[in-house]
């Protein structure tokens, strides 16, 4: 067991395996599993169950596999089955050699479909698909049996070797388990075991089946063959647990794993179900999968979002069986306390307005020296030139301000971050009024510190003309308008709920110098902005596009206020 056991705070889960620890239970081992379905792309929610199933087998000096669960391969593919590897291996988790597929158990789950046959605990059904629904019952009234649950052994054997040769078209037949159709709970009242499907070609075992397993009992089975010891879900399967126990203990095997459910991660103004993400993107109501404003991994990966935050976050929202929703504000604030940490400070003009310092040389530039990190000096320094053409941000200039107003007023002074302080003289404007330019004058001896007995607040960030580089600057806000997308009932369709104005793209904006060779994935604290991530995708043949991964204050607390 690893030190940080001990240290790591407790939760039921853990608990469990600490008594089935002590208890000798298992062997003393702890092995995990992470399952998805390869139905779409990993979002938070997966993240906080990577992290925990990958995480207690960390700790416990156990094993973690990364399992496919791929029984239904109409809706799953390829890709999705490498952005999962691609996700889980960023989040910072290795499966080693642990990389399984359902599928991989197909024929040993037929022949203990067999097996279920003819101890008689299986039979095939007939029924169609609306009858076998309502043969069922409700959660109030018990089911019927099927007509044909009574077939003999040797009928059914036949019958469902027959289906496993294609003699019967979909939707004909259903393997089923012969458990109880009054049992209160109604995942017991016979549920299918296996179904018809012709004609698809599944991403791993292509062709060679046209008889497919049902996910209840395709995942307690896979759980056995594989040895785990706890399989780790969500709450919304704790009413199949008896189910899960039921094939295991029919079959009479000796690996049978506990299952133990947890609350699913709800993230506030996000959606954590992939039927609806996978609208967002076939409808093209967002760019891909990985746009900056998906809650999916990879669009967090692509908006800058570091793996260890997305991790802090998953420990700090811990693990319980309570259902909750998680504010947004925690999940910015562990991204925010990582980045304040680790990335390196820049400057860009979101808005710029030309300044002009009408003392300075032309064509001279001055090579200034300013700190990559202010409290970290082994992270360096960056060269940010100054020249007599400058930006600096539209919103940091007023004409008449009171001194509230720490940025630059007409007449008065300010410092230039790691420069000058300059004070503004005259204002140039456009035939509208608009502002087009901003004459100042700079004092040189106020470079790095101001001179004795002399007082200037205000610091405002700026590029310079001749030096800086052009850039697309993406703003994201929240994607929805309501803190429950996924459960507001005011409107039909959820699509409704969109925040029109998730995206705000800036195409005047300038960077510092040094930036024009940014490597796409690294974050930046842009001063006084927020933190900025150079987009994977969009940053090609020089073009520079930054995404806002997250604000310097939780300004949505602000207006909350
Ligand atoms: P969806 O309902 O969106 O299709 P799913 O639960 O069916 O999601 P899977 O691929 O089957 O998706 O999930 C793999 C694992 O991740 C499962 O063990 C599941 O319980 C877990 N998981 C999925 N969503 C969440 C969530 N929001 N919070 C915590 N764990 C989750
Ligand atoms: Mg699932």
Redesign the pocket.
């Known amino acids: 067991m690893s030190d940080d056991v001990t240290t790591k705070p407790s939760n039921f889960i853990r608990n469990i395996i600490n008594t089935d620890l002590a208890e000798g239970k298992n062997e003393g081992r702890v092995h995990t599993r992470?399952?998805?379905?390869?139905?779409?792309y990993?979002?938070?929610?997966?993240?906080?169950?990577?992290c925990?199933?990958f995480g207690l087998a960390n700790d416990y000096d156990g094993l973690c596999n990364l399992r496919f669960?791929d029984t239904n391969p109409q809706k799953e593919n390829e890709e999705f089955v490498n952005s999962?590897e691609e996700d889980v291996r960023w989040l910072g988790f290795d499966w080693q050699e642990r990389l399984y597929f359902s599928s991989n158990y197909f024929q040993q789950l037929f022949d203990y479909a067999i097996q279920l046959v003819e101890q008689g605990n299986a039979y095939v059904c007939d029924l169609s698909a609306e009858e076998t629904r309502e043969y069922r019952g409700t959660l109030t009234e018990p089911g019927k049996n099927s007509p044909y649950r009574d077939r003999s052994i040797e009928e059914n054997l036949d019958l469902f070797n027959r289906m496993r040769a294609g003699e019967f078209p979909d939707g004909s037949k259903l393997l089923r388990a012969k458990i109880d159709m009054a049992s209160p709970n109604v995942n017991l009242r016979d549920p299918a075991i296996y179904r018809i499907r012709h004609g698809v070609v599944h991403h791993q075992t292509g062709t060679e089946w046209c008889i497919y397993p049902m996910y209840d009992y395709t995942h307690c089975l896979s759980d056995s063959i594989e040895n785990i010891t706890h399989s780790?879900?969500?709450l919304?399967?704790a009413d199949h647990r008896p189910l899960y126990d039921w094939f295991l203990d029919t079959l009479k095997l000796n690996s049978h794993p506990q299952q133990i459910e947890?609350?699913?991660?709800?993230?506030q103004y996000a959606i954590?179900?992939?039927?609806?993400?996978t609208r967002l993107v076939e409808e093209n109501i967002v760019e891909s999968w990985n746009d900056p404003r998906m809650s999916t991994i990879s669009g967090m990966r692509r908006r800058g979002y570091p793996a260890s935050a997305i991790r802090e976050f998953c420990e700090r929202i811990g693990v319980t069986k309570s259902d909750n929703s998680v504010e947004m504000e925690i999940l910015d604030a562990c991204i925010r306390e990582e980045l304040n940490e680790t990335a390196p400070r820049a400057m860009v003009v979101l808005d710029p307005v030309k300044v002009v310092i009408t003392n300075y040389p032309e064509g001279q530039t001055e090579e200034l020296i300013a700190p990559r990190h202010p409290q970290k000096e082994e992270m360096g320094t960056r060269i940010v030139p100054f020249t007599r053409e400058l930006y600096i941000d539209r919103a940091d200039f007023k004409e008449e301000a009171n001194n509230k107003f720490k940025r630059l007023v007409k007449d008065k002074e300010v410092r230039l971050r790691n420069a000058y302080v300059i004070r503004c003289d005259e204002v140039i404007k456009d035939d509208n009024g608009d502002i087009t330019e901003l004459r100042c004058s700079y004092d040189p001896a106020t470079l790095g510190a101001n001179p004795e007995g002399r007082k200037v607040k205000g610091v405002i960030h700026w590029v310079s003309a001749e030096h800086g580089v052009k850039a697309d600057v993406r703003l994201y806000d929240r994607l929805f308008t309501v803190p429950h997308p996924d459960s507001d009932k005011s409107v039909d369709d959820f699509i409704e709920l969109l925040n029109p104005n998730s995206l705000v793209t800036l195409t005047e904006s300038v960077v510092e110098k040094s930036l024009a060779t940014t490597e796409a994935g690294v974050v930046y604290q842009f001063e006084r902005e927020g933190y900025f991530c150079a987009d994977a995708e969009l940053c090609r043949d020089g073009k520079l596009v930054f995404n806002r991964t997250v604000t310097l204050r939780d300004t949505w607390a602000k207006i909350a206020q």
């Open positions: 992470f399952p998805p379905e390869p139905n779409g990993l979002h938070i929610g997966h993240a906080k169950s990577i925990l199933n669960d999962i780790v879900c969500t919304e399967f947890f609350s699913r991660l709800n993230l954590t179900s992939k039927r609806r993400l």
